[in-house]
């Protein structure tokens, strides 16, 4: 084996998003364009001589071919050991569970989430560190600034790995450890919740139905619900992953995961559904005939906490990022405990959790995760589900309408504009904050606008500083509208619109979001100028 020096030319994109760096397969695909940023991430980390990486991917298209080329890196940056999983594949949140549970250096996760996969598809590649969350934004900037001035990278001239063989190789000095990429999961999702509780509620006519959505989690769902939880063989669907998904798009929101949602708001429905995205780390949770909100979800989880004996002690606090409704904030208040509004991404919570701050964390865009590992996790959260609803035996419908009555409920959707020309898109943000001296006070029926801002964070912790995370129009009732574009597509822009109110009649509960919305919609295209400066007057897609 020789240790190769390459010499290369920086490329000018590799600024990773809210999650990783994500383009078409295409883009990755360029000689030297996965090597130099897999070196600008060894160049900046600068990992201890023979220090251990966990890695592994969704599975997706150019997965294997990926990880074969980031091992032969790893042996030529001088890395010691590498945890692969079997085939080349881990679920997001296993792969934050392998590098806690072996206390690796870091992780390399390959994946581009929830975006449609396969040779026209997108992939990403992400680094997670020790505590085994994303990288902090101190750590993306100083990638992607390496990845501008990076003039050679080094790569071993050693052979592929067989990835399906569990086991141990060699490769040019470093060890490659092959893994089974469910069982720490699974272990780890064990003593958290109450199995045997579980699997009664699974055998006494209660039904569900998984939609793995032909990605990652399909392997993990059939160990877990079917051979420990002992489901019915019928209650997974799209079980088994395909490099492009199916040519599906692999996000469990209503208007992608369909298949599943017409099974549940069909005739002799299940009395539970839950879909995952392309690398498992988020979750939609459907009852007979119903669609809990992610928003929802962390707060009937976080009030009913106790249920699992994974928090049967309680929760220290609870974080959502700021576009997700304040119905958490609701259940902190009562419980007596801190709720902290982050910018959009997994990477704010990491040190939220690791400073003992908060136990639950959840984003509106169909996360939600806890501090058993340190990315959000869709099936933890469907096993938490089923925990509680093994105790409590209310169908999904009967718990939120109790939950609603107690807290209120905030009425909640979003509003996808996808594939917006940049410019347009942009556009509308500029229009909106050259507003905000005079949109104070302004009335829009019977809504009027109490403050507005672009959203900045400092982190309690570190204090570091985020600015301009979304503008936040807030009305004087309490209501609020979020502007924000997308930071992990890979053509165009998009544009979220975020639109919550809160409505504390219980007799309106019952209402449908689109409906009880109506006027706020209204109101948020009116300000933004929406339809004048994008030509669009619908949304791509409504969650
Ligand atoms: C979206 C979501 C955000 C989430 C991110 C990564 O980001 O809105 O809440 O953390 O995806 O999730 P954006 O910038 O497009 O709004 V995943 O499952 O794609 O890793
Ligand atoms: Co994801």
């Given at each position: ?17 809210t999650?990783?760096l ?23 980390i ?62 390399i ?27 902090p ?11 501008k ?66 990605a ?6 059939r ?73 929802d ?32 904030d ?142 936040r ?71």
């Amino acid at each position: 084996m020789t240790i190769q020096t390459i010499s290369t030319q920086p490329f000018t994109d590799q600024k990773p998003g809210t999650s990783g760096l994500r383009k078409r397969v295409t883009v990755f695909q360029q000689p030297h364009y996965l090597e130099n940023f897999v070196q600008s991430i060894f160049d900046t980390i600068d990992a201890p001589p023979g220090a251990t990486l966990a890695l592994g991917g969704d599975g997706r298209y150019y997965n294997r071919k990926a990880i074969q080329i980031i091992l032969k890196m790893a042996a030529a940056n001088g890395f010691g050991r590498v945890l692969v999983g079997q085939g080349g594949i881990l679920s997001t949140p296993a792969a934050s569970c392998v590098i806690r549970k072996y206390r690796t250096f870091g992780g390399i996760i390959l994946s581009a989430s929830h975006n449609p996969g396969g040779p026209d598809g997108d992939f990403g590649i992400k680094y997670n560190t020790a505590n085994g969350g994303p990288a902090p934004e101190k750590i993306t900037d100083a990638i992607f600034a390496n990845s501008k001035k990076i003039s050679e990278y080094k790569i071993t001239d050693s052979i592929d790995i067989p990835l399906d063989i569990l086991g141990t190789f060699e490769l040019s000095g470093m060890q490659v450890e092959v893994i089974d990429a469910v069982g720490d999961y699974a272990e780890l999702m064990a003593s958290l919740f109450d199995f045997a509780a579980i699997r009664l509620l699974l055998n006494s006519g209660f039904r569900m139905k998984f939609d793995a959505m032909h990605a990652v989690t399909g392997p993990y769902a059939r160990e877990i619900f079917i051979n420990r939880l002992g489901a019915p063989a019928d209650s997974l669907m799209n079980a088994v992953p395909l490099e492009d998904f199916g040519r599906g798009h692999p996000d469990p929101n209503l208007t992608y995961a369909h298949e599943l949602v017409e099974i549940l708001y069909g005739d002799n429905a299940p009395d539970f559904g839950a879909a995952s995205d392309g690398d498992g780390d988020r979750n939609m949770i459907l009852g007979d005939h119903f669609f809990v909100t992610p928003s929802d979800s962390l707060a009937v989880l976080a009030a009913n906490a106790r249920l699992a004996p994974g928090y049967a002690q309680g929760i220290a606090g609870i974080a959502r990022s700021m576009p997700t409704s304040a119905a958490a904030d609701r259940v902190a208040e009562e419980l007596g405990i801190p709720c902290f509004e982050t910018p959009t991404g997994w990477k704010f919570f990491g040190n939220l959790m690791d400073a003992g701050k908060v136990t639950l964390c959840g984003e509106e865009s169909f996360g939600t995760g806890s501090d058993h590992v340190r990315e959000k996790d869709g099936l933890w959260a469907v096993l938490f589900w089923l925990n509680i609803l093994a105790i409590k035996r209310q169908s999904v419908e009967a718990l939120l309408m109790r939950h609603w009555a107690r807290f209120g409920r905030n009425v909640y959707s979003r509003h996808d504009y996808e594939g917006l020309p940049t410019e347009a898109a942009n556009g509308v943000m500029q229009y909106l904050r050259a507003n905000f001296n005079t949109l104070p006070g302004a009335r829009f029926g019977r809504y009027t606008v109490d403050t507005c801002d672009d959203f900045s964070y400092t982190d309690p912790v570190d204090g570091s500083v985020s600015t301009a995370q979304g503008i936040r129009i807030m009305f004087k009732d309490g209501s609020r509208i979020v502007f924000r574009l997308s930071g992990t597509g890979t053509e165009g822009a998009t544009l979220r619109i975020y639109l919550e109110a809160y409505e504390p009649d219980t007799s309106r509960h019952h209402l449908d979001a689109q409906v009880a919305l109506a006027e706020m919609i209204e109101i948020a295209l009116e300000l933004s100028e929406l339809k004048i400066r994008t030509g669009r007057d619908k949304p791509t897609v409504i969650t």
